[in-house]
């Protein structure tokens, strides 16, 4: 029988996901929940400034949704509140400076859910 292989991206956005799920348990309240983060996604992925591209998009969040965008070493190089069913990421550190070329992690998290993805900046 194969062992199935998983590359260093995925074990580290699988870490992520249930670490932030683990820490940020919260009580669940009997109202109901407006919108969900089942289809939110980040586009465009790759992101090439070179083609013209500004800015990352996050969509189809729901209400108060944080972003957390970290390197694939796991540090995190930016967090946003988005407040909106849209959010852009400039492509910078929590510092304002570019990130370099590379596969980075993020994970969205409301008060309900958290849902984690991937993307790459080509510079």
Not at 73 to 95: F, H, L, P, Y
């Amino acid at each position: 029988m194969k062992t199935p292989t998983f590359s260093l991206a995925d074990v580290l956005l699988r870490i992520l996901a249930l670490t932030l799920a683990l820490v940020s348990l919260s009580p669940v309240t009997s109202s109901p929940i407006s919108s969900d983060l089942e289809q939110a996604h980040a586009f465009p992925v790759p992101f090439v400034p070179s083609r013209g591209q500004t800015d990352v998009t996050f969509t189809n969040l729901s209400s108060q949704t944080t972003i957390r965008i970290f390197d694939i070493d796991g540090k995190e190089v930016r967090s946003i509140d988005a407040n909106g069913a849209t959010q852009v990421w400039d492509a910078r550190n929590n510092s304002g400076e570019e990130v370099a070329s590379g596969v980075y992690l993020y994970l969205l998290s409301d008060a309900h859910e958290t849902k984690a993805g991937k993307l790459m900046v080509i510079r």
